[in-house]
């Protein structure tokens, strides 16, 4: 897990307290740091929590948290606020950070807070593999399985996507069958189900 802390003495605290507990980080001076090393198939990039002050010089940590969003991050954002910021706090749960801790804040709501996130974090990945292997097997079908798939994707019955491609019914059966075991479904409705979920759009 990343901390982003422009404060090095609560920043070198909070490192050895997570790792007391078994959370491994990675520490960072500052959002301009961290943005540098950043992108996409990076270790910085790898799954996990990000702990981010939302009030640090330059770059502020709501700017960090914008440029963030800009590029796609994935992963739970939990922001450190002082005295004072807890509006600002709010606001940037509401623009997609998953929570805040106001300082002084007792170790163990901290960890808690954070072993959370981590649980977070480790749906989002399953999430994300699951997608890229749905969107990886779609884009593997044939043509003609692709045109299957939208009529079935219309609620049409084997007998009306025959008629409407020109084909035989046992033709449409045995490339309905070829799509089910690619994408992995048991039925028409999981197929739309998941269509809807990683491929808005496609088809």
Not at 153 to 160: E, F, T
């Amino acid at each position: 897990m990343h901390i982003v802390d422009d404060d090095a003495d609560f920043r070198d605290g909070l490192a050895w307290l997570l790792d007391s507990r078994g959370l491994r980080t990675r520490c960072w001076s500052g959002g301009e740091q961290f943005l540098a090393d950043l992108r996409p198939g990076s270790d910085t990039w790898a799954c996990g929590v990000m702990l981010l002050d939302i009030r640090m010089e330059p770059l502020s940590g709501l700017a960090t948290f914008e440029q963030l969003k800009a590029q796609g991050w994935p992963w739970p954002i939990l922001f450190l606020t002082g005295h004072g910021d807890l509006s600002m706090a709010v606001a940037a749960v509401k623009n997609g950070a998953w929570d805040f801790l106001e300082k002084p804040f007792q170790d163990n709501q901290l960890v808690d807070k954070v072993e959370a996130a981590c649980r977070e974090a480790l749906v989002l990945q399953t999430e994300s593999q699951q997608r890229l292997r749905f969107q990886q097997a779609l884009a593997a079908l044939s043509q003609r399985e692709r045109e299957v798939l939208n009529e079935l994707l219309q609620g049409h019955y084997n007998k009306n996507i025959a008629d409407h491609l020109g084909i035989t019914p046992r033709t449409v059966e045995f490339h309905r069958a070829n799509i089910f075991e690619k994408l992995q479904v048991q039925s028409a409705v999981e197929l739309a189900h998941l269509m809807g979920r990683y491929a808005p759009g496609s088809a």
